[in-house]
T-cell receptor, first 114, second 116 residues
Framework: DGGITQSPKYLFRKEGQNVTLSCEQN?????MYWYRQDPGQGLRLIYY???????QKGDIAEGYSVSREKKESFPLTVTSAQKNPTAFYLC?????????????FGPGTRLTVT | GENVEQHPSTLSVQEGDSAVIKCTYS??????FPWYKQELGKRPQLIID?????GEKKDQRIAVTLNKTAKHFSLHITETQPEDSAVYFC???????????????FGSGTRLQVQP
């Protein structure tokens, strides 16, 4: 379970504020991913990065932004433009670029915006 | 892009019975099919995966079958135990060479309840 961490576990924000979720991994993985999970639903891909300084939009990128300045870190910013930001956010990493490898998930951050 | 459908959304079985969860996918270029188990409030954990050059894979009480022609794959859990109760997700991914997308697409999940 160790190797990929997310902080904080719970996060509360007021509507209209940007918030950044942290994701760090020490597995030396090239690829990192951000997913959003809503109650009773599957995981929806927000952004992913196959290599440092490069990232691609997933299925629901609107209202989110990311950066990948270091191999170990892939922070996600939830902007005020995201209409329904309250959700469980999961970060994952994978050994190699490409989707055909196991993804290791972090423990998640539960974001509540009121 | 890839679309993954998963059924059923909920499944209740008696302890000791078998459970089967089915998924279909749309992209014929997909070549990797993992299954994840997620307990309440926790992170998804990989329980088994299969690649497109294999039709079946087993790991103790868990097995996965893949039918590439029909574009569907299934998870089979035998001799279910209460600790198998969780949400199970299937996923599919291709190499991204054709589509440019190199990430998993997940099904919507199946809540499995094993009754003691």
């Amino acid at each position: 379970d160790g190797g990929i961490t997310q902080s904080p576990k719970y996060l509360f924000r007021k509507e209209g504020q940007n918030v950044t979720l942290s994701c760090e991994q020490n597995l030396n993985h090239d690829a990192m991913y951000w997913y959003r999970q809503d109650p009773g639903q599957g995981l929806r891909l927000i952004y992913y990065s196959q290599i440092v300084n490069d990232f691609q939009k997933g299925d629901i990128a609107e209202g989110y932004s990311v950066s990948r300045e270091k191999k170990e870190s892939f922070p996600l910013t939830v902007t005020s433009a995201q209409k329904n930001p309250t959700a469980f956010y999961l970060c994952a990493s994978s050994p190699s670029p490409g989707g055909s490898y196991e993804q290791y998930f972090g423990p998640g951050t539960r974001l509540t915006v009121t | 892009g890839e679309n993954v459908e998963q059924h059923p959304s909920t499944l209740s079985v008696q302890e000791g019975d078998s459970a089967v969860i089915k998924c279909t996918y749309s992209d014929s270029a997909s070549n990797y099919f993992p299954w994840y188990k997620q307990e309440l409030g926790k992170r998804p954990q990989l329980i088994i995966d299969i690649r497109s050059n294999v039709g079946e894979k087993k790991d103790q009480r868990i097995a996965v079958t893949l039918n590439k022609t029909a574009k569907h794959f299934s998870l089979h859990i035998t001799e279910t135990q209460p600790e198998d109760s969780a949400v199970y997700f299937c996923a599919a991914s291709g190499s991204g060479v054709d589509t440019g997308r190199r990430a998993l697409t997940f099904g919507s999940g199946t809540r499995l309840q094993v009754q003691p």
